[in-house]
């Protein structure tokens, strides 16, 4: 039961445009959403959070969009820069209960030059 | 600022091998921990959580198993190896929503590969 989905595993987009990554999330108890980049053979380090609160939140090149009533958000980075090739993942929590962090298979973004 | 310790970065055992992996966390107390597995063309499947000391809860059946003997240790085990065990694995930790931290810390991760 894959609670948290990310159905692009794979995303190309050119250096200078804006990159967009999709998640959706089927657990109405979740009110608590981020986004996490990983590298090859590393730990993922934590990008942009938001609460179910908001519905955007910003962090400089860095957006997360969120449609609770579609259970989805949505991360835009722009202007997409090289660096930024690597997997992203959407993580979902719900303040209440066991709060586990629980998170999507990610999508690979390459920034083409 | 949280600091999870894991080790061995890659480790290579013989399929019916047992196994220990151990993450230890500093800076903080009482976190929530997690072992996640990343296997190959994956994302990041969770293994186990835990709440505190003793306490483990399995996501998914398999032949792997959790200990947290203490608050800020992490053990992943296994008492035979199976060749579908291979993949990245990362311990995690947090704090939990309700602490007002959201951000999770996690590892360097330990690349198994078992042949």
């Known amino acids: 039961d894959q609670q948290v989905k990310q159905n692009s595993p794979s995303l190309s987009v050119q250096e200078g445009r804006i990159s967009i990554l999709n998640c959706d999330y089927t657990?109405?108890?979740?009110?608590?959403f981020l986004w996490y980049k990983k590298y090859p053979a590393e730990g993922p380090t934590f990008l942009i959070s938001i609460s179910s609160i908001k519905d955007k939140n910003e962090d400089g090149r860095f957006t997360v969009f969120l449609n609770k009533s579609a259970k989805h958000l949505s991360l835009h980075i722009v202007p997409s820069q090289p660096g930024d090739s690597a997997v992203y993942f959407c993580?979902?929590?719900?303040?209440?209960?066991?709060?586990?962090?629980?998170f999507g298979q990610g999508t690979r973004l390459t920034i083409n030059p | 600022s949280q600091t999870i310790h894991q080790w061995p970065a890659t480790l290579v055992q013989p399929v019916g091998s047992p196994l220990s992996l151990e993450c230890t966390v500093e800076g903080t107390s009482n976190p929530n921990l997690y072992w996640y597995r990343q296997a190959a063309g994956r994302g990041l499947q969770l293994l186990f959580y835990s709440v505190g000391i003793g306490q483990i809860s399995s996501e998914v059946p398999q032949n792997l198993s959790a200990s947290r003997p203490q608050d800020r240790q992490f053990i992943l085990s296994s008492k035979k190896l199976l060749l579908s065990d291979s993949g990245f694995y990362l311990c995690a930790g947090d704090k939990g929503v309700s602490s007002g931290n959201t951000e999770a810390f996690f590892g360097q991760g330990t690349r198994l590969t078992v042949v």
């Open positions: 657990n109405s108890m979740f009110d608590y």
């Open positions: 993580a979902a929590s719900g303040s209440q209960g066991a709060q586990k962090l629980v």
